[in-house]
């Protein structure tokens, strides 16, 4: 099975810095895209940034400049750096992943999340 565990939320003053980690683990035979998603209460769940395999990038203008997504291939984890942080980026911040896995004989593509982690953003 396939887990994805992250790490680094907490409370961070405006203005401050936090960075987060995602972990993948598993029987992974490639991670296509690895991604951060939030959720604040009462709102959907948005895009905060993703990165591809080829390293590609791709931010919503909320967060453009001031968080940056990268990743570790070698050890399936994606960091997401969040400086500026603001108190509308308080949310719960989930991992996200495209994993090739092989299934029942198969190689498949699968989508993953991980459990969220809280980022509270406050004087």
């Known amino acids: 099975q396939v887990q994805l565990v992250e790490s680094g939320g907490g409370l961070v003053q405006p203005g401050g810095s936090l960075r987060l980690s995602c972990a993948a683990s598993?029987?992974?035979?490639?991670?296509?895209?690895m991604g951060w998603y939030y959720q604040a209460p009462g709102k959907q769940r948005e895009l905060v940034a993703t990165?591809?395999?080829?390293?590609?990038?791709s931010y919503p203008d909320s967060v453009k400049g001031r968080f940056t997504i990268s990743r570790t291939n070698a050890k399936n984890t994606v960091y997401l750096q969040m400086n500026g942080l603001k108190p509308e980026d308080t949310a719960v911040y989930y991992c996200?992943?495209?994993?090739?896995?092989?299934?029942?004989?198969?190689?498949?593509?699968?989508?993953?999340w991980g459990q969220g982690t809280q980022v509270t953003v406050s004087s």
């Open positions: 990165i591809t395999d080829g390293g590609d990038t």
């Open positions: 598993g029987n992974i035979f490639n991670i296509y895209v």
């Open positions: 996200y992943a495209e994993i090739g896995v092989v299934l029942l004989g198969t190689r498949r593509r699968q989508s993953y």
